[in-house]
């Protein structure tokens, strides 16, 4: 199930989950997706897998990406900036430009 359509995926991961939006795509090429309201990360890679945080030793999404990037290696991509939701808008903004 490897990122070959962001919205397709979009799809999928916001049948779990009704909010949620693409964070980024991680250093190998798996795609995450964060539902606010579940605290709850999606990641399809070439399965899917659903996180919630409080199951995990991580309590916010800054601990997730940076778990992450340890784990995986640098994102390729990532919409997720240390400004919290004002962040992620800004950076979104910031890319339509």
């Known amino acids: ?3 070959s359509d962001e919205n397709t995926l979009e799809s999928i991961a916001r049948e779990l989950y009704h909010d949620a939006q693409y ?9 995450h997706f964060w539902s606010l309201y579940h605290q ?10 659903t996180y919630e945080l409080a199951d995990t030793p991580l309590s916010t999404l800054g601990d997730w990406t ?5 784990k995986r290696g640098e994102w390729d991509e990532l919409l997720v900036a240390d400004g919290g ?9 910031e890319a339509g430009a």
Do not use: F, L, R, S
């Open 1 to 3: 199930m490897k990122k």
């Open 23 to 31: 964070i980024g795509t991680d250093g190998d090429d798996a795609v």
């Open 40 to 49: 709850a990360v999606v990641v399809i890679d070439d399965e899917m897998e």
């Open 66 to 70: 940076e778990h992450t990037e340890a």
């Open 85 to 93: 939701m004002a962040g992620v808008i800004n950076t979104a903004m």
